[in-house]
C-alpha cells in the first residue's frame, strides 16, 4: 500500500525558515503533478504550491516569493522551501501525488507553526 510521509514542519519564529519533504513509500506508476497544500484550525484546505513532471510550478498568491516547490522524480519525493515565514502561515501541510488517471495519494500531514 502506497504511503506519503511529510517531514521537516516544527516551531520556527516569523521570519525563519523550514523545508518540508514528503516521500512516497511504495510504488507509484506514472505520477504526475505533486502538491502541497495546508490547512489551518478551523478553516478549509488551502492548495499552496504545485510541480509538473516537466517542472512547471505554480504557486498561491499568498506565499509567492516567499515558498519554493522542487520535486526529485528519480526519488518520488517532493519538497517545499518555506522562507520568511509569518504566523498566519501555522498549519498543518499536506503533500499529494496525483496520478495521470488524476488519482490523488495523500499524506497524514505535519505540523508548522510560526510563533515568537
Known amino acids: 500500500q502506497v504511503q506519503l510521509v511529510e517531514s521537516g514542519g516544527g516551531l520556527v519564529q516569523p521570519g525563519g525558515s523550514l523545508r518540508l519533504s514528503c516521500a512516497a513509500s511504495?510504488?507509484?506508476?506514472?505520477?504526475?503533478?505533486m502538491a502541497w497544500y495546508r490547512q489551518a484550525p478551523g478553516k478549509q484546505r488551502e492548495w499552496v504550491a504545485s510541480?509538473?513532471?516537466?517542472?512547471?510550478?505554480n504557486y498561491a498568491d499568498s506565499v509567492k516569493g516567499r515558498f519554493t516547490i522542487s520535486r526529485d522524480n528519480a526519488k518520488n519525493m517532493v519538497y517545499l522551501q518555506m522562507n520568511s515565514l509569518k504566523p498566519e502561515d501555522t498549519a498543518v501541510y499536506y503533500c499529494?501525488?496525483?496520478?495521470?488517471?488524476?488519482?490523488?495519494?495523500r499524506g497524514q500531514g505535519t505540523q508548522v507553526t510560526v510563533s515568537s
Open positions: 510541480i509538473t513532471t516537466g517542472g512547471r510550478t
Open positions: 499529494s501525488f496525483y496520478t495521470l488517471s488524476e488519482y490523488e495519494y
Open positions: 511504495g510504488s507509484i506508476s506514472s505520477i504526475n503533478t
